[in-house]
């Protein structure tokens, strides 16, 4: 059974006009679906609505059984870290001089990073394969929700940048680079230092500065 979540996001139309659809076709699949369903809300269930001050998007959960754990980028704390977390960290180190010491990325949804996938399922082994399965409409409206107040959007590749549309105007921090995939992570992610611009932002807000590499879990370099 999968958790829907249940913190403010759960009266978005989605769960009524586009969810019974999808879980239909998800329930049909013979092949295995990541992550489990009780992580496939985790983004939403970690991070209420109002507790959003940052948004970072990806695409689509990692393909590799024991990767994908319901938040964007992230991995579970004894895995790997996929290459474009590896090109994250690297980003982040020499940004602010510091990076979590594994790929847990949870510890930023307790702070209002929602990392939200723009397609909440992938079949193991075939990247993309649910992109066109209508999650794009729950992350059309989140974005629509969080974005009636000023919010930082951290728009990785043309992919997460498409959906800008979708942002209410405001005193948003809108930040735009290439993804850190290792196909593009040198065509402009290395250098844009998105990490200490979100708390330069906040901070000149009067708001708390994210701890991104995590408190004590953090390697300082």
């Not at 609505?49 to 998007?57: A, N, S, T």
């Not at 994908?68 to 180190?93: H, K, W």
């Not at 942002?167 to 290395?190: E, K, N, W």
Request: hydrophobic share 45%; glycine share 8%; aromatic share 8%.
């Amino acid at each position: 059974m999968t958790d829907l979540p249940q913190n403010g996001w759960r009266d978005l139309a989605f769960f009524t006009a586009d969810w019974p659809r999808i879980q239909t076709v998800l329930a049909a699949e013979t092949r295995q679906i990541l992550p489990p369903a009780p992580q496939r809300f985790a983004a939403l269930n970690l991070t209420a609505p109002d507790d959003v001050r940052v948004v970072i998007l990806g695409q689509d959960p990692y393909p590799t059984p024991g990767d994908a754990m319901g938040l964007a980028f992230s991995v579970a704390r004894g895995q790997a870290l996929p290459r474009s977390l590896r090109n994250i960290y690297t980003e982040m180190r020499d940004d602010i001089g510091a990076a979590p010491v594994d790929g847990d990325l949870t510890h930023w949804a307790a702070q209002g990073v929602l990392l939200l996938n723009t397609a909440l399922s992938v079949p193991a082994g075939s990247a993309g394969g649910h992109a066109k399965l209508g999650w794009d409409r729950l992350t059309a409206e989140v974005i629509q929700r969080v974005s009636t107040r000023p919010t930082a959007f951290i728009l990785w590749g043309n992919h997460a940048q498409g959906y800008a549309q979708y942002i209410a105007p405001a005193d948003h921090l809108i930040i735009r680079s290439a993804h850190p995939s290792p196909l593009s992570a040198r065509r402009g992610f290395f250098g844009s230092r998105p990490f200490s611009q979100v708390n330069e932002w906040l901070q000149a807000r009067g708001n708390a500065r994210i701890c991104w590499q995590g408190n004590d879990r953090g390697l300082l370099l």
